[in-house]
DNA sequence: CTGAATCCTCGAGGATACTG
DNA sequence: CAGTATCCTCGAGGATTCAG
């Protein structure tokens, strides 16, 4: 919000850069690939994920009903029951992050490899 | 690396994790996104960019050099010129990344919609 | 069970000055 | 011009406790 951007090229990638700020960080996308096969109820996500705190679960989630991207329903029953699932908008998501997902799995090993190469011509 | 990953989808989760961890920070995106049009120099690179420091830029640089995605190219002349090129692994990062941006392109008005609505049903 | 509130750590990212 | 080195800030993310 501080640059011109007077050429198409920074428009763009601010846009890319706003997207990352809602994708990029550590668990957004694990919950939407979680929730792009079913809904799943808020500990049966984080038992899903692993690793994630109460916390980060909760925040995230608001997020990303914030963003319009998941549906929060709550069932009034006792004890409550929320319901999490994507939104259409969320689904859409989906589509870019899995072809993110599938270039991970072709090119991943290559990098590793890169690095490694790279550690290794450094350290002799 | 501490879970035992028992189903393919926190594989997969941690794959996209990974590239994420490249892919999620500041800079690497919008780097790419100007080097996949040609080759630039540091400095050349810095100003197209705006907005990052020197700093951020080698750093950024460097891992993506560490991971194979660009080719540094010093060029031993007075005073010195260094250019940096997407590989073709780079290259075939571009694609997702760019699909990622017409993503962005289509639905971040929606997303910012969607923010304002929910906080003004807060805020009121 | 689903959160909200609090406290803490750690590293990404920035600013600046110096070097070849 | 193209970095390297140093210091600093700030917020993402985790751990824990309390509440409805």
Redesign the interface.
Known sequence: M??PASSG??A??R??????A?????WT??IV??LV?RPHRFNELKR?I??ISQQMLTRTLKAL?????VNRTVHPTVPPQVEYALTS?GQ??A???H???????E??A??EQ??AR??DDRNV
Chains 1, 2 share one sequence.
């Open positions: 501080d640059m090229v920074s763009q990638c846009k890319i850069g706003k997207v990352l809602i994708v990029g960080d550590k996308v694990m690939r979680v096969q899903t692993g690793g009903e914030r963003d319009g991207m908008l859409s998501l589509v870019p992050v072809a993110l997902g599938v270039w991970a799995g090119h991943l290559e990098i890169n690095r790279y550690d």
